[in-house]
C-alpha cells in the first residue's frame, strides 16, 4: 500500500513537496505520476531502488526532484517553479521490477493520489 502527502496549493513561481510510503517487504523501484482534468496519467519523475538513477520527464527537469530515504520505500517529490500547468492529481507507484519507467503498466502498486493546483 502507498499513501501519498504534501498536495495543496501553491502560487505560480511556488513550491510544493510530495511524501509517498510504502509498506512492502522488499525495496521498490519507484515514480510520481500526475493526471490532470480530462487528461491522460503521465509519468512525472522515477528512482531506482538505490536511489542513484533518477528519470524526468522533460516538463520538469529542472524544477522537480525525486529523492528516497536510503534503505526506504519513501520517497519525495521536491517541485519548484511550479506552474498551472503542474497542476493535477499526482499518484505514487512502485514495483519491484525494473522497466520502462514512464509506463503505467509497469507498476503494480499505487496509490490513491494528492491533489495539487498551481495558480
Known amino acids: 500500500q502507498l499513501v501519498e502527502s504534501g498536495g495543496g496549493s501553491a502560487q505560480v513561481g511556488g513550491s510544493l513537496r510530495l511524501s509517498c510510503s510504502a509498506s512492502?517487504?522488499?525495496?521498490?523501484?519507484m515514480a510520481w505520476f500526475r493526471q490532470a482534468p480530462g487528461q491522460k496519467r503521465e509519468a512525472v519523475a522515477a528512482?531506482?531502488?538505490?536511489?542513484?538513477?533518477?528519470m524526468y520527464h522533460d516538463s520538469v527537469k529542472g524544477r522537480f526532484t525525486i529523492s528516497r530515504e536510503s534503505g526506504k520505500n519513501t520517497v519525495h517529490l521536491q517541485m519548484n517553479s511550479l506552474m498551472p500547468e503542474d497542476s493535477g492529481v499526482y499518484y505514487c507507484?512502485?514495483?519491484?521490477?525494473?522497466?520502462?519507467?514512464?509506463?503505467?503498466?509497469?507498476?503494480?502498486?499505487w496509490g490513491r493520489g494528492t491533489q495539487v493546483t498551481v495558480s
Open positions: 507507484a512502485g514495483d519491484r521490477s525494473y522497466g520502462a519507467w514512464y509506463m503505467e503498466s509497469q507498476y503494480k502498486y
Open positions: 512492502a517487504d522488499a525495496l521498490m523501484y
Open positions: 528512482i531506482t531502488t538505490g536511489g542513484s538513477s533518477t
